[in-house]
Nanobody, 114 residues
Framework: QVQLVESGGGLVQPGGSLRLSCIAS????????MGWYRQAPGKQRELVAA??????NYADSVKGRFTIAKDNAKNTVYLQMNSLKPEDTAVYYC?????????WGQGTQVTVSS
């Protein structure tokens, strides 16, 4: 079992920045993948960014603005979000994939509005 706790969401103006954090309940070193997804009202959950076997992938809509990183020593994965747009408004979920299962965090709300 892996518990994930996200933090860092909030209300920000367009053009602003936020950093999301996701802390795992155990070592992330051996995880197959770690990533961030988001779900806006009325829309399907979509991949934002992920680290899979050391390879980083981003959704086209966030390339150049968002950066995913992990700190194995802190069992934490981050999502740095810059130049935020209203269309980035969503609940953001942390996801990890182990050898046996996939796990989700509870989600953190990000609202981009003036």
């Amino acid at each position: 079992q892996v518990q994930l706790v996200e933090s860092g969401g909030g209300l920000v103006q367009p053009g602003g920045s936020l950093r999301l954090s996701c802390i795992a309940s155990r070592s992330i070193f051996s995880f197959n993948a770690m990533g961030w997804y988001r779900q806006a009202p009325g829309k399907q959950r979509e991949l934002v960014a992920a680290i899979t076997s050391g390879v980083i992938n981003y959704a086209d809509s966030v390339k150049g603005r968002f950066t995913i990183a992990k700190d194995n020593a802190k069992n934490t994965v981050y999502l740095q979000m810059n130049s935020l747009k209203p269309e980035d408004t969503a609940v953001y979920y942390c996801n990890v994939v182990t050898q046996y299962n996939a796990y989700w965090g509870q989600g953190t709300q990000v609202t981009v509005s003036s």
